[in-house]
């Protein structure tokens, strides 16, 4: 595995289940530096996840625009790369 990931620190773990995130094994759990929890809600991983960094906003269609970050999914074994959005999955 890379080691430009790290993990979790006991701090982050408890800002991610303040923000209704969930996990069995958060050792499974990696993030690159910089990873600020605030742009993960509502959301369960399991298995090995690495996660990278969300520090981009996008404009969608509409004129919504979104965070770049992980609310409302379910995530098993991924390598979440820098700047995306997973929404509602």
Same mark, same amino acid.
């Given at each position: 595995? %890379? =080691?430009?990931?790290? =993990? $979790?620190? +006991?701090? +982050?773990?408890? *800002?991610? +289940?303040?923000?209704?995130?969930?996990? /069995?094994?958060?050792? $499974? #759990?990696? #993030?690159? *530096?910089?990873? *600020?929890? /605030?742009? #993960?809600? /509502?959301?369960?991983?399991?298995?090995?996840?690495? @996660?990278?960094?969300? +520090?981009?906003?996008?404009? $969608?269609?509409?004129?919504?625009?979104?965070?770049?970050?992980?609310?409302?999914?379910? @995530?098993? %074994?991924?390598? @979440?790369?820098?700047? #995306? $959005?997973? /929404?509602?999955?």
């Amino acid at each position: 595995m %890379n =080691n430009q990931y790290r =993990n $979790l620190t +006991e701090s +982050e773990i408890r *800002n991610l +289940e303040s923000n209704n995130c969930y996990c /069995d094994n958060w050792e $499974l #759990v990696r #993030v690159k *530096n910089g990873f *600020n929890t /605030d742009y #993960v809600r /509502d959301s369960v991983f399991s298995d090995n996840v690495t @996660i990278g960094i969300f +520090e981009k906003s996008f404009d $969608l269609k509409g004129g919504v625009k979104k965070h770049s970050g992980i609310y409302r999914a379910t @995530i098993h %074994n991924c390598d @979440i790369a820098d700047n #995306v $959005l997973i /929404d509602n999955i």
